[in-house]
Nanobody, 126 residues
Framework: QVHLVESGGDSVQAGGSLRLSCSGY??????MAWFRRTPGKERTFVAC????????????TYGWFAQGRFTISQDRAERMVYLQMNNLRPEDSAMYYC?????????????????WGPGTQVTVTG
């Protein structure tokens, strides 16, 4: 069973930074992703990461709005996945969710992820 828990959400001013953390990384459900949702809307894909055990390479993909500002990373020894968010904008305000799936590729479709954390709130003011 995969049990994910996010942390690190906070209220920050525009232009600031936050690092979100997700505990509960599993070797079986090893495609890790971040999504976000604002009230009344569906979850939006933020980023996904997978590490290939054979050659230790990483595959990473980002949603268009995250390119150049957000960075997804993982610490497998600590079973943690992170989302570093820089130059935050008010439109980045949302509940951020960590998700995991088994499989062979990163997906931007939330329906592909069976495992979810409860979320952590990010609010950007100004």
């Amino acid at each position: 069973q995969v049990h994910l828990v996010e942390s690190g959400g906070d209220s920050v001013q525009a232009g600031g930074s936050l690092r979100l953390s997700c505990s509960g990384y599993s070797d079986t459900a090893n495609y890790m992703a971040w999504f976000r949702r604002t009230p009344g809307k569906e979850r939006t894909f933020v980023a996904c990461l997978n590490r290939n055990d054979d050659d230790d390479s990483e595959y990473i993909t980002y949603g268009w709005f995250a390119q150049g500002r957000f960075t997804i990373s993982q610490d497998r020894a600590e079973r943690m996945v992170y989302l570093q968010m820089n130059n935050l904008r008010p439109e980045d305000s949302a509940m951020y969710y960590c998700a995991a799936r088994e499989g062979s590729y990163c997906s931007e479709n939330e329906a592909r992820y069976p495992y979810w954390g409860p979320g952590t709130q990010v609010t950007v003011t100004g």
